[in-house]
């Protein structure tokens, strides 16, 4: 497979970091490849790539998996990403739980934990963080082995005119959230909202695999909005693009916020009016499947604000497809990928589509929790020019 990562100008030009991370991209991609391969995908020099798996080799990045017969000359040396030697952590704060997964930057997830919280004020969930080393020990991941975590939690980041609403993390908006929290943890952190690291998830393991632009509506606390354009996520000045879910639409009676119709947290409100307790995402399948009248009603409303959001990102973003994704059942995002009406007038609307417009998401309940580690393992594995000048 041709790479397109490559950098304009000479090798020489380019940085040893970057050089690396177009080795390790590849070998991710792949599983393995020899040193030709790479050369060709990447544009290095064989010399070059020869260089640098011999420097991943002591390193304990990569490791010999074989050799592969050529058309001429002695087989080739296959080389692959060295499992067990490098992991990344993803932690999602919930406003009632810890999620956290653990991922082998070799490939498999190795363990997930979810730690239940009284509340998700920092005074509750920093000891929570700083024990998931000792949790991850006891389940088989060398801390040590580490190289870094995402932390993901419902925006906005900082102080801004939507801090303290129902769906941000209390108490969160006046702490410096990464420093504490990379201290708790004792390795690097990348700081994200879920909304995000959901997209990312879906593009690397869900729903939006192939997809370079498309939109991610994320059912977390409340409703966020990941975009991604050009394989990138688009987090804006401060980090809070896609707060979607403080838009308004209209509905009967009048005009509210989004989310305050379509979220995890009005379902579960709409529920409680009528007498119903359901707190778990398996709590909201069983009621799905009984379909009580306050999940019907929910459901209607919820339909008509998404056929509205759907109509503002197609012609604000103009992406290949949106995917509806998060903590809520499967059955349940299926049908309101189903019963949405999408609007004819929409740049989106067009003759030559190859893929649909909206989709279903595929990463799970824990969306968010993989994405925060896939996107520490995009961060080691990917060509970046930070040693460049």
């Not at 390790?24 to 260089?51: F, K, T, W, Y």
Request: hydrophobic content about 45%.
């Amino acid at each position: 497979m041709a790479s397109h990562l490559s950098p304009p100008g000479s090798n020489a030009e380019r940085s040893r970091t970057y050089n690396r991370g177009l080795v390790l991209g590849h070998l991710h991609r792949e599983g393995e490849a020899g040193r030709a391969e790479i050369a060709r995908a990447s544009g290095l020099s064989i010399q070059a790539v020869s260089n640098i798996i011999a420097d991943l080799l002591d390193e304990g990045w990569v490791a010999e998996t074989g050799k592969r017969a050529g058309q001429r000359g002695l087989p080739a040396v296959t080389y692959a990403i060295r499992c067990g030697a490098h992991t990344a952590l993803g932690v999602e704060i919930r406003p009632d739980a810890v999620l956290a997964a653990w991922i082998d930057l070799g490939g498999p997830v190795l363990h997930k934990e979810r730690i239940a919280l009284p509340s998700a004020r920092p005074e509750d969930v920093l000891p929570v963080i700083a024990g998931l080393p000792s949790l991850g020990e006891v389940a088989g991941v060398d801390h040590k082995t580490v190289i870094g975590a995402g932390v993901v939690m419902p925006g906005p980041v900082g102080q801004t005119g939507l801090s303290d609403r129902a769906t941000q993390l209390p108490g969160w908006g006046k702490i410096a959230a990464g420093p504490v929290l990379a201290d708790a943890l004792g390795v690097a952190i990348k700081l994200e909202n879920d909304a995000n690291s959901a997209a990312m998830a879906e593009r690397i393991l869900g729903a939006a695999q192939g997809y370079n632009t498309f939109a991610c509506l994320y059912f977390g606390t409340g409703l966020g909005l990941g975009i991604v354009d050009g394989g990138k996520v688009y987090e804006g000045t401060f980090g809070n693009a896609g707060e979607i879910g403080h838009i308004p639409v209209f509905s009967d009676g009048g005009r509210f916020p989004l989310e305050a119709l379509v979220s995890r947290v009005s379902l579960v409100r709409a529920l409680a009016s009528d007498g119903i307790r359901a707190t778990t995402v398996d709590d909201l399948a069983a009621q799905f499947e009984r379909r009580p009248k306050a999940l019907e009603a929910w459901l209607d409303t919820a339909v008509a604000g998404l056929g509205q959001a759907v109509h503002l990102l197609e012609n604000m973003l103009d992406p290949e497809t949106i995917v509806i994704t998060g903590a809520l059942p499967a059955t349940l995002l299926e049908e309101l990928v189903a019963r949405v009406e999408l609007p004819d007038l929409s740049v989106s609307n067009r003759a030559d589509r190859v893929g649909p417009r909206l989709v279903a998401g595929q990463a799970g309940r824990m969306a968010a929790t993989l994405g925060a580690a896939a996107l520490v393992v995009n961060s080691a594995l990917s060509p970046r020019l930070v040693d460049a000048q």
